[in-house]
């Protein structure tokens, strides 16, 4: 990336470079234009008092100095605008310069915190965090680019184990900030330097912890495959208007996973195909406004998702292919006035689902085959 980056740095040193031609073959050549002009400019305006003149009567010989006149103004006219066109010129000159200055230097500060990232000190990483969140606040052109290399660290295989071999002194610090950077760039969507709207891949993705609460996602964001290891992980208060969240294959094998309080207006989240053998996805108090929560052919072994008191005003809960071999799903208080909630092909080899305290004045359910759960 960085090799692409600086290749388009140095097209653009000479994208912007004029083509001038010598000042001893423009020299003649506007004096030669300017004479040419000049006589044609004379000879017209000659014509014109000539004919004025002749229609006096009695008729009157033409006054040399009225033409002589005529011809200069208008050419001290037509220099005037040439002026102000050479001016604008000028100026575009040096915006250019002045835009490829900054190009260069944008670019140089993107390849020294890319080098930074890749450096074997925490401390050193940790600077190339800030230096790459500060570049993306100042390069709106390349934003995705810097929020894109941000992800593909946390991509990175990591070993959460401090006592693992594998462990790296200083990681979890490092990545931690990476996720404390995104959410303070998703709290206020209308400032010019929010990535609310921008797209962030964390894909086989390793998490220990993390908080990206009351964040507004406008975008994508993916989490597929990814593996959720301990710690907690937090979207309280986030508000998913028309973006996705995609978990589809993700392992969720201890810690929680928090959605309380979450709106989901219009956006959708999957976990389709992922693996609950273990902790907690709560869905608290969430509220679905017209958006879906998909576990489709999703694997219960155990844990907890949990639905207590949501609201579904016109959105969707699918378990339609889930595989339910331990752990409980709970929608204990939820309240629903309209929306869907399905476990169309779903199996039960064990595990709980459950409603108490549940209100459905309108919502449709879809069991399948399978015998009702408890307070349905």
């Known amino acids: 990336m960085a090799v692409s980056l600086r290749r388009k740095r140095e097209a653009l040193r000479g994208r912007y470079t004029p083509n001038l031609w010598p000042v001893w073959i423009v020299a003649p050549v506007a004096l030669r234009a300017a004479g040419a002009l000049g006589w044609v400019i004379y000879h017209y305006a000659y014509d014109h008092f000539a004919q004025a003149a002749a229609g006096q009567k009695p008729p009157k010989p033409v006054n040399i100095n009225d033409p002589l006149k005529a011809t200069v103004t208008a050419l001290t006219l037509i220099g005037a605008v040439l002026a102000g066109l050479y001016a604008y010129r000028k100026q575009l000159l040096a915006e250019g310069d002045a835009h490829r200055a900054d190009a260069s230097q944008l670019a140089d500060r993107y390849t020294t915190a890319a080098e930074q990232l890749g450096h074997d000190q925490a401390a050193v990483r940790l600077a190339g965090v800030y230096a790459l969140s500060r570049l993306a606040d100042d390069w709106a052109e390349q934003r995705q680019v810097c929020i894109d290399v941000l992800c593909a ?9 401090p006592t693992a071999p594998e462990h790296k002194a200083g990681e979890q610090e490092v990545r931690q900030t990476i996720i404390r950077v995104i959410r303070d760039h998703l709290q206020k969507p209308d400032v010019p330097t929010a990535w ?12 220990d912890g993390g908080s990206l609460s009351t964040s507004h996602f406008r975008g994508t964001v993916t989490f597929a495959d990814a593996t959720f290891s301990g710690g907690t992980v937090t979207f309280a208060d986030a508000t ?6 995609d978990f589809h294959d993700a392992t969720f094998s201890s810690g929680t996973v ?5 709106e989901f207006g219009g956006g959708t989240v999957t976990f ?4 609950f053998g273990g902790g907690t996805v709560t869905f608290v108090g969430a509220e679905f406004g017209g958006g879906t929560v998909a576990f489709g052919d999703a694997t219960f072994s155990g844990g907890t998702v949990d639905f207590h008191d949501a609201t579904f005003s016109s959105g969707t809960v699918d378990f339609n292919g889930a595989e339910f ?4 799903v709970t929608f204990g208080g939820a309240t629903s006035s309209s929306g869907r909630v399905t476990f169309g092909d779903a199996t039960f080899s064990g595990g ?25």
Do not use: M, Q
């Open 325 to 328: 071999s331990g752990g409980r």
């Open 153 to 161: 660290y946390l991509r990175i295989p990591y070993e959460p184990d």
């Open 240 to 245: 998913f208007s028309g973006g996705t969240v």
């Open 196 to 207: 609310c709207k921008y797209n962030f891949n964390f894909t086989g993705a390793v998490f």
């Open 272 to 275: 389709v195909g992922a693996e």
């Open 258 to 262: 928090y959605f309380r309080h979450a």
């Open 352 to 376: 709980t689902v459950d409603f108490p305290g549940a209100t459905f004045s309108g919502t449709s359910f879809d069991w399948g085959s399978l015998p009702l759960p408890t307070g349905a």
